[in-house]
Nanobody, 119 residues
Framework: QVQLVESGGGLVQPGGSLRLSCAASGFRFSGNTMRWYRQPPGKERELVAS????????NYADSVKGRFTISRDNGKNTVYLQMNSLIPEDTAMYYC????????????WGKGTLVTVSS
């Protein structure tokens, strides 16, 4: 079955960096766009970044442009989110997402990894 396992979250001071990883299994990873979402406390989940199958195209939310970088390693079935210049507003649960077609489009999610930016 489809599994997405996020890791790399933690407590970091403002201005710091973290690298999130999402290990995928149970589907053809190299054939699917991958996405990172986040859900700040008390707010709705929002799209942070996406990356196409070969990594040739990436997109970012305006709030993270220039600070975050999404990448993938198809040989390791893993997608990454490098987060630099973190600010308190980046505090959220971060989720990996795969949208797969199985007679209809289905969203698969990991359990998330918590990022807390605080001094």
């Amino acid at each position: 079955q489809v599994q997405l396992v996020e890791s790399g979250g933690g407590l970091v001071q403002p201005g710091g960096s973290l690298r999130l990883s999402c290990a995928a299994s149970g589907f053809r990873f190299s054939g699917n766009t991958m996405r990172w979402y986040r859900q700040p406390p008390g707010k709705e989940r929002e799209l942070v970044a996406s990356i196409t199958t070969t990594g040739g195209s990436t997109n970012y939310a305006d709030s993270v442009k220039g600070r975050f970088t999404i990448s993938r390693d198809n040989g390791k079935n893993t997608v990454y989110l490098q987060m630099n210049s973190l600010i308190p507003e980046d505090t959220a649960m971060y989720y990996c997402n795969a949208r797969l077609y199985e007679s209809s489009w289905i969203d698969y999610w990991g359990k998330g990894t918590l990022v807390t930016v605080s001094s």
